[in-house]
């Protein structure tokens, strides 16, 4: 158990006692990965871990959790989407309590039928802006350097978007592992709406992926959990970096940097700007 | 039992190319994916398994099932499927076949579609030698050794390959090529009985459970085990588009090219969408019944209509799940 | 190669006639069934659009054509309520297990029936009255929340002059409603059969056939005799998509019909339990 692990879990430990929170989000082993769990009792901190196999972004169950008082474990980038999902009235900051944890990137998860060994940081965490959340209530220090790659692959620099849809599925794992993937009626999950048809592979997979990074043009946070969820290992993240950059070009607005910075869209008024 | 050496079985594959579709695993971007090969030499026999299961060489993500033309009236019609070779599938992903075929064929109403490819495509299996650490075919009978619905099972022993012929057209496959087999001897049958047993011993080890317990699992429900559980899943359709064995389809029609066009694609019961009516009414409403379903339907309501698991136990779920959902912990509860 | 079961068959709209404001019943011929049980569902394509589960509501005895009555609720229904005389559907089926006709000679009927659950029922009322001779009392309780959203109005008279006890109620009336007031679950104790004996079909909104089950065995109607058309959402209709699976039964093969205790087994949900 490192430094880190063991301050977290008394932080936990203590919010749980305390009952200042009725759960705590955090991770816990599973086989030789790390997988999300829920604590609500004291003696159960013990399960908490903390490392950089911890890729999946807690703040996904926030909203499902609304009406509770809920301590979440936060990376970096998850903060940012603590940040986003508070502005756009999905959660109440008052009642989430943000354990920060200091992260120097997370690792690719293990996929099945992979050739690779030996672990790799994931490419979206190189280009990482936050290693610390922007709201805290508590922060664990972890301190070090980036993990490095323990063998050297060639990062992912396949360009050809059309080809790398065509290996997906269309099995939602990038839409409802992400924190800001929320709308209760999903227009690329078919149904309603019907804007893209849910079975017509592959030919409306552009579509799919395009509206969805549409939608996250100048909201994503860009904690990979799309990317890493993704059974067939898109980069969407790399896509979503790039109408960032856009974004952030004509608007100077990144998203979930701090809480009293308002997202253009949402301040963009009818008639002009008086 | 046959004996096929390894410069026969490359002498076989050669032949298959020239002759047929051959369907293999072929390594792309890190992962092994079946292909369609040119030659012998693209398949690599040497994987632990396919990233995805072959499930779709016989019910593809997307077909179209009827086409209505309202100026000429021409009606689509189910078309024999292309004669293949599926070169190379793991055991338990050649048992999810024996599956489909006691769903999908069963009368009064065969589905034509499934029907046309699994006559056409001869499916050759090679048994695991390393199994993967998320495996656990031994508990379902469906590997690693032998599976249940390949024509031809492979085995690879010192110096080339025990080669079983499960099925009428395994059995002609084999005949075709008399030649390059020959009877297996008794230091085959030896090495290959050890293999069995090793491999046996080493899965067991890690989970044996109680099959008849299993099934019974949806009558012994326990609510608490799966509300915590269910906790955790984000209803993705991740486990059921990987999964070998699950079948559940949806329709869509549309119009296409001057047609009225049905197609039948995949679908996943972890969908809200699922069960919901027109109305609005949904019977299956809560996230703990949707993901209890899907256990309940592979571990309990198969079994029980057909007398195999809906589970072969390839581990692609347990691997790829984004939020660790293991179906190994059912199994070990229940079984 | 078998016959494609995802192919429907061509059927024209001959007649269209309003029942209330968001129902209309549709006939359309030919009738492609060889025949059917009354309580059996057929899924009907609108090209192009998509297609759903609709109960047949006309007598099986009718070989020229097919009725069905439909409400409009979703994508397939609303272009359903667009089409004229004339258009094409197309038709597949009959599929499911219908109401146990070959339970019934000789004995009473009980016919309870909620909205547009009258459907599957109506298809009920018309072959037992083919053959009225064969059995005992036949009574009809039939509810609706307005007397305008009372299904098969000018029907219904006809069926009770042909020896159809008939009993309606509306949660809420209107001008010029003389019946009576109050949910379908008041007016069961109306008919005096032999309840021991008697056979019950009952189809209705979920909630409503859940009321009516507990007060059918309050009355001491034997649980043997008592059969609910439960709904599902459903895509194949032969028992392979697995949208209508639940508890180890299909609806579209093992139901839509399904006897008391076979409904209590199902889980929650579409149980009406």
């Known amino acids: ?41 004291p003696e159960e901190v013990e399960r908490l871990v903390w490392n950089s196999d911890c890729w999946f972004n807690l703040a996904t169950y926030l ?74 209530d508590y922060l664990v220090k972890k301190g070090g350097q980036a993990p490095e790659d323990e063998n050297t692959v060639a990062g992912d620099n396949a360009s050809d978007w059309l080809s790398l849809f065509r290996k997906c599925l269309k099995c939602m ?7 800001l993937c929320y709308c209760t009626e999903c227009s690329i999950e078919g149904f309603k709406p019907d804007l893209v048809h849910r079975l017509r592979v592959p030919q409306e997979l552009f579509t799919f992926h395009l509206t969805r990074a549409l939608h996250m043009a100048g909201r994503c946070v860009e904690c990979g959990a799309c990317e890493s969820a993704c059974p067939v290992e898109i980069p969407l993240t790399r896509l979503y970096h790039e109408l960032n950059e856009w974004f952030r070009e004509n608007y ?15 301040v963009f008024k009818e008639g002009g700007e008086d | 039992m046959l004996f096929l050496d390894e410069d026969g079985f490359k002498r076989l594959l050669e032949q298959l190319v020239s002759n047929i579709r051959v369907i293999a695993p072929v390594e792309t971007d890190g992962y092994f994916e079946f292909k369609t090969i040119k030659h012998g030499g693209e398949a690599s026999l040497d ?93 379902f009978e469906a590997g690693p050794i032998r599976g249940s619905g390949e024509d031809i099972t492979l085995t690879r022993i010192t110096g080339g390959f025990l080669v079983e012929a499960r099925s009428r057209r395994g059995q002609s496959l084999v005949e075709v090529s008399a030649s390059l087999f020959e009877e297996a001897g008794p230091e085959h049958l030896e090495e290959y009985g050890e293999l069995t047993c090793r491999l046996t011993r080493e899965m067991n080890s890690r989970i044996e459970i109680s099959r008849e317990r299993l099934v019974r699992l949806e009558a012994t429900l326990d609510e608490g085990f799966f509300q915590q559980a269910a906790q955790r899943c984000v209803e993705c359709s991740l486990c059921s588009f990987t999964c070998p064995v699950c079948y559940c389809f949806d329709t869509e029609d549309y119009f296409e090219k001057n047609a009225y066009v049905r197609t039948k694609g995949w679908d996943t019961c972890a969908s809200t969408l699922f069960t919901r009516m027109a109305s609005g009414l949904d019977p299956r409403v809560s996230r703990v019944d949707r993901f209890c379903h899907r256990f309940c339907h592979k571990l309990s309501r198969i079994p029980m209509a057909f007398n195999s698991f809906g589970c072969v136990g390839c581990g692609r779920c347990v691997s790829l799940c984004p939020v660790g959902v293991d179906i190994r912990e059912v199994l070990k509860r229940w079984g | 190669m078998g016959l494609n079961p995802y192919a429907p068959k061509p059927a024209r709209i001959v007649r269209i006639r309003d029942e209330t404001p968001d129902t209309k019943t549709f006939t359309l011929s030919p009738n492609c069934f060889e025949g059917f049980t009354p309580g059996q569902f057929a899924m009907l394509t609108v090209y192009g659009v998509g297609e759903a589960p609709f109960s047949i509501c006309s007598s099986p005895l009718n070989k020229d054509c097919l009725q069905f009555s439909i409400r409009r609720m979703g994508r397939v229904t609303r272009m359903i309520h667009e089409a004229r005389v004339g258009d094409e559907v197309g038709v597949r089926g009959p599929y499911g297990r219908g109401w146990p006709v070959d339970r019934m000679k000789g004995r009473d009927i009980l016919i309870v029936g909620g909205g547009i659950g009258l459907a599957p029922l109506r298809s009920l009322v018309l072959h037992l009255l083919e053959g009225r001779e064969n059995y005992g009392e ?9 007397p305008s959203l009372l299904m098969y109005r000018d029907e219904l008279g006809e069926w009770a002059g042909r020896g159809v006890k008939l ?50 065995v309050e009355l001491g109607y034997s649980k043997e005799n008592i059969y ?43 149980s009406p339990f």
């Open chain 1, 1 to 41: 158990m490192s430094r880190a692990e063991e301050e977290l879990r008394s932080i936990v430990r203590k919010l749980l006692e305390r009952k200042d929170v009725e759960l705590v989000l955090g991770y816990e082993y599973y086989g030789r990965s790390v997988r999300p769990c829920f604590v609500s009792k």
């Open chain 1, 63 to 136: 909203r499902s959790l609304r009406s509770r008082r809920v301590g979440i474990v936060a990376k970096g980038c998850d903060g940012r989407s603590i940040v986003e999902l508070v502005k756009e009235n999905q959660v109440d900051r008052g009642s989430i309590v943000v354990i920060a944890v200091e992260c120097n990137g997370v690792f690719k998860p293990f996929k099945y039928g992979s050739t690779h060994v030996g672990r790799r940081l994931a490419d979206y965490c190189r280009r990482c802006v936050t290693r610390v959340s922007p709201v805290a």
């Open chain 1, 173 to 179: 794992a990038c839409v409802k592992a992400c924190p």
């Open chain 1, 252 to 266: 100077g607005y990144a998203p979930g940097m701090s809480l009293s910075e308002a997202p253009p869209p949402l």
């Open chain 2, 47 to 139: 994987y632990s398994n396919t990233r995805l299961p072959p499930k779709r060489f016989f019910l593809p993500q997307r077909e179209v099932v009827f086409k209505h033309d309202p100026k000429t009236r021409a009606l689509h019609e189910p078309m024999g499927g292309l004669e293949a070779v599926l070169l190379g599938v793991r055991p338990c992903d050649a048992s999810a076949l024996n599956i489909f075929d006691s769903v999908l064929l069963k009368p009064p109403n065969p589905d034509p579609f499934y029907e046309s490819r699994r006559r056409s495509i001869t499916v050759v299996s090679l048994s695991c030698a390393k199994p993967r650490e998320e495996c656990f075919c031994n508990v």
């Open chain 3, 138 to 146: 036949i009574a009809v309780c039939y509810g609706a929340r307005t």
């Open chain 3, 167 to 216: 009993y309606l109620t509306v949660d809420v009336g209107e001008e010029g409603w003389e019946g009576s007031v109050g949910v379908v679950t008041t007016i069961l104790g109306k008919p005096e059969l032999d309840k021991a004996d008697a056979i019950v079909c009952t189809c209705g909104p979920p909630v409503m056939i859940r009321f009516v089950l507990r007060r059918l």
């Open chain 3, 228 to 270: 609910a058309s439960l709904e599902s959402r459903m895509r194949c209709g032969i028992g392979k998509c697995g949208h209508c699976h639940f508890g180890g039964k299909h609806v579209c093969l093992d139901g839509p019909v399904f006897q008391y205790r076979e409904m209590t087994s199902l889980p929650k949900g579409i």
